[in-house]
């Protein structure tokens, strides 16, 4: 409750420093309403509201984790497409030389046709060879045996952890020195090479599907994460445009108002002139 000054008393104006106070308070409070509309944000400083701006800022911090988490969920699945297309592309190297390996395993042919398809399924395993080697992802090789850890949430040790193994045509069976086809029986046997080397790039294949699929929920799980805190973030922070500027246009008229008694409060020491004459 404001004080109460004595008309009378004039070396002091209670009512004037009463209402220069009132008015500097909604000046204040305008201030306040007209940066929250500039910026968009409810709590621009620490004082405004000091739990909502830590609980803010929290939130805002777990947001971005995530949304950084997210782009590393991307380039996870990004990272296994690219081994996804390298197995694909030796799986069709593979059928072809089981094509060429079952032309080969028939007694129609001579030693000179053996000796080409054999040149033609050398020229094959080199081409796999050089393949893998030249499979990266941001110049690291992918068929290592490490096991590839991925950040795929903002709390510490969220991880997903892959592991896509080495591979070659070494262990595939597959090398120029192993290749044989000289004779519808080396042919055969040579066959059953290949269905095995099939058999293993098909479960490697699986493998990497397994993992983006997982990784697929992971980023829809983020995706919904995300949007929920930034919503709970934006409640505690973010202005109510039509809350305030209804604020603002009492405030307006409450600026008015104080200017005019401030006025009339300066004013009203004068009458005691009156008791002068």
């Known amino acids: 409750m404001g ?23 909604t000046n204040q409070s305008l201030s306040v309403r007209q940066l929250r509309l500039a910026t968009g944000s409810r709590i621009n400083r620490a004082e405004d509201d000091s739990a909502g701006y830590t609980i803010a800022k929290k939130l805002e911090a777990r947001v971005r984790g995530q949304a950084q988490a997210l782009a590393n969920v991307g380039d996870a699945k990004s990272m296994l497409t690219v081994a996804e297309g390298a197995f694909n592309t030796v799986m069709d ?7 060429k390996t079952v032309q ?10 053996r000796t080409a ?3 033609e399924m050398n020229a094959l395993s080199d081409e796999i060879t050089e393949l893998l080697d030249d499979t990266t992802f941001n110049s690291a090789p992918l068929f290592t045996s490490a096991v590839l850890s991925f950040q795929v949430n903002a709390d510490a040790g969220d991880t997903f952890k892959v ?46 599907g397994s993992s983006q699929k997982r990784l697929t929920f992971r980023q829809d799980g983020l995706s919904i994460a995300i949007s929920h805190n930034e919503a709970a973030r934006s409640r505690i922070a973010d202005a109510d ?28 020491p004068q009458s005691v002139l009156q008791l002068l004459q």
């Open 163 to 208: 592991t896509i193994g080495t591979l070659s045509v070494g262990q595939l069976g597959l090398t120029t020195a192993s290749i044989d086809v000289s004779s519808a029986a080396a042919a055969s046997t040579q066959l059953g090479v290949i269905d095995g080397a099939l058999n293993t790039i098909s479960s490697k294949l699986g493998t990497i």
């Open 117 to 119: 398809i054999e040149n």
């Open 104 to 113: 080969a395993a028939n007694d129609t042919l001579g030693t000179e046709e």
């Open 3 to 25: 004080a109460f000054g004595d008309f009378s008393r004039i070396a002091t104006n209670v009512q004037s420093i009463e209402a220069l106070y009132q008015m500097q308070r």
């Open 93 to 99: 190297i593979l059928m072809t030389m089981k094509e």
């Open 241 to 268: 445009f039509a809350k305030e500027q209804m604020e603002i246009v009492k405030l307006q008229i409450l600026q008015q108002t104080g200017i005019a008694a401030l006025g009339q409060a300066n004013t009203a």
